[in-house]
């Protein structure tokens, strides 16, 4: 018998179709989703996937089915994984979100955002987990590769691209850090400030690719010597810095000076080159915190230029307070020069010359004077010393060439004693080496219609000895515009007799401690004669004449007169005075002339 089967009702009906519809939509909703679903159950075992999880994972269902879920999880996440998933059944957690990589059948890797969550009965029984996952491969690897050139832009903004070390900024910033540093005891820290001697040579003689080279090359021995926690940086062009932030002392750090100094003294091969570098190091020592990084970077530059100036021979010095005097000071007197050079506040000063024939003036030495506001009278040989360093001497060298000219044009014109007077201006070693040098002093002839001979140009020995071929070059182009040149101070520099045989000068100026030992009777003034006298020998046999300078008493001009020499100068002729004042005493009536003869 058939057993009779209820009638549905229509509320059944109903129903199965409410459900039927549901599970379309749902179908459409999962399959059609970019998001990748999985449902596992609650031991974690696979049960169904979307097309999109499917495709990202790189497996079909069935293969999905015959492993466990979690092998598609990367090694290295996987106990983060199952802790999280075990947590989440325990419904210690409702749900959780997190970023992971899941490795394909293939072997390679995405990256993906997972949420998992749990499905519960109603009676809060877990029955199985849902995970929407999100391929985010392309997006990480993105952020990725932004990261990185990040990284690389910050790298290129704080180190220097040629020898790769820490940079100016990086430096500061490494010793800010230090002097900030809140943890440990205070203590001392060390700054060296390294510069290369004669660096310009090997670019000038080998070139700029074997600079380059050198730079390297003494960048990665330098970073040898760096302990851990030190900076060697380069500061810029040939000057490097090791920043040591923690030192017990000054001993420590001159230890490492000299542990850098070894390591530099080792040959370079540069190409086919095999060279020799040397620095000059200044060392300065600081408290921590203490003195601002700005502070000790100052102190030790000035120490590394008292290092490079010094004559110990070992080009090395440590700071100390009177360095930092000296350089204010200089700095100070440089602004001042520059301001006084403006304002045409320099004023030449004139010298007679007289013969030692005739005892008449016949010329006079243009010497510049600067009466500092403050300090009174600066010498000569520290104002012109600081022209020429700090580059001045152009302005400087023009103004007294141009100043002396047109004082003896005046006088040559006003006063009829004065028709030859000739005037001496004094040129520095750097004034020789400039390129223009002969036109200016043409044309400074030319403008106040002085003939070649009524000035005189006076080098010393040793600006000629600088580069004599150069120096040759110049004095034949003057030569040939009837300029004549006198060596000063001779006796005094290192200019062998070759090289003055082949150089065409006029005079040779003897230098005043030649003739200071002709003084009285003694074994030393024998001696003093004997040198000038050699000295006059030598003039006569290149044909030139004999000025001698610094006479100051009677007995030094007689006996110069006796010796043959041409001309004197000195303070028994007459000091340098102002330009009227000179007028006034040698030019008219010609006081002093009683003195020779
Ligand atoms: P210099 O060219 O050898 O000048 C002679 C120096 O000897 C001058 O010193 C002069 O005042 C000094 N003098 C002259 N007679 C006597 C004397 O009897 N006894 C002693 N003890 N000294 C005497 P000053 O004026 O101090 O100049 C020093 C140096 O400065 C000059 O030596 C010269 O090399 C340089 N100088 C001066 N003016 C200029 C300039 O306009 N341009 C350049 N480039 N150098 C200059
Ligand atoms: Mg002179
Ligand atoms: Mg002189």
Not at 230 to 256: C, N
Request: hydrophobic content about 40%; some cysteine; overall charge negative.
């Amino acid at each position: 018998m058939k057993t009779p089967t209820a009638p549905r009702s229509p509320d059944t009906d109903e129903l199965l179709r409410t459900l039927q519809q549901r599970e379309e939509w749902f179908r459409a909703v999962f399959e059609g989703s970019a998001m990748g679903i999985a449902v596992v159950d609650m031991t974690g075992r696979f049960i169904d996937a979307n097309a999109a999880f499917l495709r990202m994972v790189g497996r079909t269902a069935e293969e999905m089915r015959e492993v466990p879920f979690a092998s598609l999880d990367h090694a290295d996440d996987q106990e983060r994984d199952s802790l999280l998933f075990r947590r989440l059944v325990a419904g210690e957690l409702a749900h959780y979100q997190l970023e992971k990589r899941y490795v394909r059948k293939d072997g390679t890797e995405l990256t993906v955002r997972l949420t998992a969550s749990v499905v519960r009965d109603a009676d809060g029984k877990p029955r199985f987990c849902v995970a929407m996952v999100d391929d985010v491969t392309q997006r990480t690897r993105a952020e990725a590769e932004r990261e990185l050139l990040e990284e690389r832009l910050r790298h290129l903004a704080l180190h220097d691209p040629l020898t790769g070390l820490p940079n100016r900024v990086l430096l500061a910033e490494r010793m800010r850090e230090a002097s900030q540093a809140p943890e440990g005891e205070p203590g001392k820290c060390a700054v060296l400030f390294l510069d290369l001697d004669r660096f310009k040579n090997v670019n000038d003689s080998l070139g700029h690719g074997a600079g380059d080279e050198l730079l390297r090359q003494v960048s990665a021995r330098l970073a040898a010597c760096a302990r851990p926690g030190d900076t060697v940086a380069r500061f810029g062009g040939d000057e490097f810095i090791l920043f040591l932030p923690r030192v017990s002392g000054k001993e420590e750090a001159l230890t490492v000076a000299g542990q850098v100094r070894d390591v530099l003294a080792a040959p370079l091969e540069l190409g086919s080159y095999r060279t020799y570098t040397s620095a000059s190091i200044g060392v300065a020592l600081g408290e921590c915190p203490g003195e601002s990084p700005d502070e000790l970077l100052r102190n030790a530059d000035m120490a590394m230029y008292h290092a490079k100036a010094g004559t110990s021979g070992t080009h090395l010095a440590v700071f100390d307070a009177s360095m930092h005097r000296a350089v204010v000071e200089r700095l100070r007197l440089e602004t001042d020069l520059r301001a006084a050079l403006e304002r045409g506040e320099l004023r030449l000063y004139f010298q007679p010359i007289v013969s030692l024939d005739t005892g008449t003036v016949v010329g006079a030495e243009a010497l510049a004077r600067w009466e500092h506001p403050v300090h009174g009278p600066v010498p000569p040989d520290r104002f012109i010393l600081l022209a020429e360093d700090t580059g001045l001497i152009g302005a400087l060298g023009a103004w007294v060439l141009d100043e002396a000219a047109r004082q003896i044009a005046w006088w040559r014109s006003e006063l009829p004693e004065a028709a030859g007077l000739e005037v001496s201006v004094n040129l520095s070693a750097r004034q020789l080496r400039e390129p223009g040098l002969v036109d200016a002093v043409a044309a400074t002839l030319r403008e106040h219609h002085l003939p070649p001979g009524a000035l005189k140009l006076e080098l010393t020995e040793s600006s000629l000895v600088q580069d004599p071929a150069a120096a040759a070059v110049v004095l034949r182009a003057l030569k040939k515009r009837e300029v004549q040149v006198y060596l000063d101070d001779f006796g005094t520099g290192y200019s062998s007799l070759s090289s003055l045989h082949r150089l065409p000068l006029d005079a040779l100026k003897i230098d005043r401690s030649f003739v200071a030992g002709l003084d009285g009777g003694t074994t030393g003034a024998h001696k003093g004669a004997e040198i000038v006298r050699t000295i006059v020998a030598l003039a006569r046999s290149l044909g030139v004449r004999v000025v001698a300078e610094g006479v100051e008493t009677r007995e030094q001009l007689a006996a110069l007169h006796d010796l043959g020499c041409d001309f004197a100068q000195g303070y028994l002729i007459g000091r340098p005075v102002p330009a009227d004042e000179f007028a006034q005493a040698f030019l008219q009536g010609q006081g002093e002339s009683e003195l020779v003869g």
